[in-house]
Nanobody, 115 residues
Framework: QVQLVESGGGLVQPGGSLRLSCAAS????????MGWYRQAPGKQRELVAA???????NYAGSVKGRFTISRDNAKNTVYLQMNSLKSEDTAVYYC?????????WGQGTQVTVSS
């Protein structure tokens, strides 16, 4: 069983930065892909960024050039560095751990971009 715990959300002004962290339990973290998703009120959950076990990354077009996903396998943690934040980035952010058997989701962390 894998448990994911996100942290790092909060309130930030437009143009500011935040770094989200997602810590995973278990010993299989390094073997599979991780992703960050977000869900704004009244909208569907969408992929923000993902990183494979080989450190290949992909990003949603709306965040490309502003957000960076990375992982530290020694700490079983995936990060999302978010720069130049905009009001439209306001959402609950979730991390997801993808294995061949099932997906695991964290509980979510709120990011609010507002002046």
């Amino acid at each position: 069983q894998v448990q994911l715990v996100e942290s790092g959300g909060g309130l930030v002004q437009p143009g500011g930065s935040l770094r989200l962290s997602c810590a995973a339990s278990g010993s299989i973290f390094r073997l599979y892909s991780m992703g960050w998703y977000r869900q704004a009120p009244g909208k569907q959950r969408e992929l923000v960024a993902a990183i494979t076990s080989g450190d290949s990354t992909n990003y949603a077009g709306s965040v490309k050039g502003r957000f960076t996903i990375s992982r530290d396998n020694a700490k079983n943690t995936v990060y999302l560095q978010m720069n130049s934040l905009k009001s439209e980035d306001t959402a609950v952010y979730y991390c997801k751990f993808t294995t061949p058997i099932r997906d695991y989701w964290g509980q979510g962390t709120q990011v609010t971009v507002s002046s």
